[in-house]
């Protein structure tokens, strides 16, 4: 299947910089990710989203699944279940671009988290 790939541009504008503050992720009330190395990423008009290193996050819980979306500016989105130690699982509640389009390669090795699955804490450092 042949894919459109957009590059960001004025209409729908890409920006990735460094979080510089502590980012902690937890699902199901465990702490699932801790890291002072996040990355913010602004999308067009979309909320800001962090990117994690993969390093930074408890991979004990996750479960890499089957799931596959597709984003013209980034490109393949895979993505991970959390079993979270209180039995509580969330699907597919994180996703990762293993290999990011060249526009947004900053991204590669990290993941992020659906904030309205989990619960994203910001703290300025």
């Not at 800001?48 to 408890?58: C, E, F, G, K």
């Not at 980034?74 to 699907?91: C, H, L």
């Not at 994180?94 to 699955?117: C, K, L, Q």
Request: proline share 9%; with cysteine; net charge negative.
């Amino acid at each position: 299947m042949t894919r459109t790939v957009k590059i960001p541009d004025a209409s729908h504008p890409i920006a990735i910089r460094p979080t510089s503050a502590r980012v902690t992720v937890r699902v199901g009330g465990a702490v699932v990710a801790e890291t002072d190395n996040a990355l913010s990423l602004a999308e067009a008009s979309y909320p800001v989203v962090q990117y994690i290193p993969l390093a930074d996050v408890d991979q004990s819980l996750l479960e890499r699944t089957t799931t596959q979306t597709y984003c013209p500016y980034k490109g393949d989105a895979s993505y991970f279940t959390v079993n979270a130690p209180d039995g509580s699982t969330e699907a597919d509640v994180i996703w990762t671009y293993d290999h990011p389009y060249p526009s947004v390669a900053e991204i590669a090795g990290h993941v992020a988290f659906y904030p309205d699955r989990s619960e994203i804490t910001v703290e300025p450092a």
